[in-house]
Structure formats: C-alpha cells, structure tokens
C-alpha cells in the first residue's frame, strides 16, 4: 500500500529563518511526487512535480529535493506570506491516476 | 495556467435534502476528475474518481448512493450529496489531471447541514 508521511506536522519560523519540510513515501514505483500549497478555506495550489531521484525544482524562495525515499521543500528565508499547510503527494506507476496525500506540514512564519 | 471551478463555494443546507456541486475545468477538456473530502486540520481523503462517459470509480468505505457523482462532458463533474446528513458537513474539493500532467484543484466547497 503506498504511504505517505510529512514531518513536522506543525512548524513556525520567524521570519528569514530558513527551514526544510520532510516528506517520506514508500510506493511501487514512482511516477510523479507532487507538492501542493493550501491556505484556510481554499483548494490545494500547485507547487512543483518530481519524477525522478536527484530532480530539484525551485521556485521563488522555495527548493523541492527528491530521493528515492523523501523529498524536501527547503524554504529560504520565508516571509509571513509563505504561511500555509504544504501537501505532499505520490502518484504511483501502476493503477490509474489517483494521488496519495500525506497530512501535511502547517507553516507559519513569525513577522 | 490550467484552472478549475467549482461552484458553490459555501452551502448550507437542511438535513435530509440534496446538494450539488459542480466542477469545471475551464480552459482543458478533463476526462478524469476527481472528488476529496477534508476534515479539519486533516488531509484530502479521495472519495472517487470521475470518468467522462462512465460510471465513476468509488473508493472503499464511500456510500455511492449518497454521494452521486456525475461526469457528462469533458468539461464538468458534478457531486451530489443525497439526502445530507450533519455527519456529511465537510469541505468537498474536486481535481482534475491538466494538460501539464500535474494536477490542478478547485477552490472547495464548504458543505454545513443543519
């Protein structure tokens, strides 16, 4: 059964203190490792999609690592505007197309 | 980007009566998409994945009599809860694979039945 499990479950930082979220998975065979932003009351926002062990995407002041068993959001010196619950989620090889989601990271960044 | 929406974002109503909600993926033809629920401070629990032209698909555990889930057009999905109950109050969100591979979501549904 594929897993997903995101560390910590709460996080707060003040501002510019940079920091990493973890997200370990085990599937059968990796397709797709996603993260996703989501703020109160709102749908998930798209982040970044990793394939494949040793991809690094980055946007703004964030970095997604992966590695054949976790990826990391590194968050560089965050602002309070970065406060939000980040998903991670696997799809795996075989089967159809759903998305397996860990119960996220709620960051909050300290003014 | 790619951009889906959903409709209502907020509904209250009466136990025992039917809601809908609908989801449109407005600038992409969709032929899967996709329903969660949400509890507080939880994560997205996939309730059932909606194929155009086909019956959906239903996760375990998830009563496809109450939650009704229609996929006519390559555009629009629609879920409806019959005959609600307060347990059924939840945030509903919808999903669907974009033409970047990735998956983009709607803005939720705050569901409250009283």
């Known amino acids: 059964e594929d897993q997903v499990t995101q560390s910590p479950e709460a996080l707060r930082l003040q501002e510019g203190e940079s920091s990493s979220l973890n997200c370990s998975y085990t599937?059968?065979?990796?397709?797709?490792l996603f993260w996703y932003r989501q703020d109160p009351g709102k749908g998930p926002e798209f982040l970044f999609t990793l394939y494949s062990a040793g991809e690094e995407k980055e946007k703004e002041r964030l970095k997604a690592t992966l590695t054949k068993k976790e990826s990391f959001l590194h968050i560089t010196a965050p602002k309070p505007e970065d406060s939000a619950t980040y998903l991670c989620?696997?799809?795996?090889?075989?089967?159809?197309?759903?998305?397996?989601f860990g119960t996220g990271t709620r960051l909050t960044i300290i003014p | 980007g790619a951009v889906v929406s959903q409709h209502p974002s907020r509904v209250i109503c009466k136990s025992g009566t039917s809601v809908k909600i609908e989801c449109r993926s407005l600038?992409?033809?969709?032929?899967?998409m996709f329903w969660y629920r949400q509890f507080p401070k939880q994560s997205l629990m996939l309730m059932a994945t909606s194929n155009e032209g086909s019956k959906a698909t239903y996760e375990q555990g998830v009563e496809k009599d109450k939650f009704l889930i229609n996929h006519a057009s390559l555009t629009l999905s629609t879920l409806t809860v019959t005959s609600a109950h307060p347990e059924d109050s939840s945030f509903y969100i919808c999903s669907a694979r974009d033409p970047d591979k990735s998956y983009t979501f709607g803005s939720g549904t705050r569901l409250t039945v009283v």
């Open positions: 989620a696997v799809r795996p090889n075989f089967g159809n197309e759903k998305l397996t």
């Open positions: 600038d992409f033809q969709a032929t899967t």
């Open positions: 599937v059968s065979g990796l397709r797709g």
